[in-house]
T-cell receptor, first 109, second 115 residues
């Protein structure tokens, strides 16, 4: 079966750095997405990786290793507004999106 | 006007009621999706419409009935729901349908509670 694993919950301190990991086992691979979802709001697109390496976008970076079936989302200079759930999703060989259950990130002052 | 608008935001209904969820996208996209989101579970894809044609029905019970009158509007008709159907129902759209690696744009969802 197809599977996406990410931690259920993480806690970090304002101003610090946090890394949210995502491992996947899917039938083929056509890219990996990260979304942010604040409580009671829509998921919003953060990043898309299809090649190995690090993609940086402001305070957020996303890394992919296809050989390891692994990605992470790196958040720097954490702000209170970064408290949200972060969803990892993989596009399989049939271009079906396989979703993880999300990681709830709690930022403390 | 936000990109994807869902109404109502909250809905409480009895198991014998009939209600409809509405989704409208203002992004000029050609594909629209219905998802079910339950606490601590992955998003479950329910239906996909591409250029108004239904291209995906992921074994969804017939008590959920989608309708897509045009590429900007999507409905989910609900009838005789069960308590386990209580969840957040999310609508999304993308420029093209499945078969393209494009991000989806989501609405804020309808929080559905079945009594």
């Amino acid at each position: 079966g197809q599977n996406i694993d990410q931690p259920t919950e993480m806690t970090a301190t304002e101003g610090a750095i946090v890394q949210i990991n995502c491992t996947y086992q899917t039938s083929g691979f056509n890219g990996l997405f990260w979304y942010q979802q604040h409580a009671g709001e829509a998921p919003t697109f953060l990043s898309y990786n299809v090649l190995d390496g690090l993609e940086e976008k402001g305070r957020f970076s996303s890394f992919l290793s296809r050989s390891k079936g692994y990605s992470y989302l790196l958040l720097k200079e954490l702000q209170m507004k970064d408290s949200a759930s972060y969803l990892c999703a993989v596009l399989d060989s049939n271009y079906q999106l396989i979703w993880g259950a999300g990681t709830k990130l709690i930022i403390k002052p | 006007e936000t990109g994807v608008t869902q109404t109502p935001r909250h809905l409480v209904m009895g198991m014998t009621n009939k209600k409809s969820l509405k989704c409208e996208q203002h992004l000029g996209h050609n594909a629209m999706y219905w998802y079910k989101q339950s606490a601590k579970k992955p998003l479950e894809l329910m239906f996909v419409y591409n250029f108004k044609e239904q291209t995906e029905n992921n074994s969804v019970p017939s008590r959920f009935s989608p309708e897509c009158p045009n590429s900007s509007h999507l409905f989910l008709h609900l009838h005789t729901l069960q308590p386990e159907d209580s969840a957040l129902y999310l609508c999304a759209s993308s420029q093209e349908g499945q078969g393209a690696a494009q991000p989806q744009h989501f609405g804020d969802g309808t929080r559905l509670s079945i009594l």
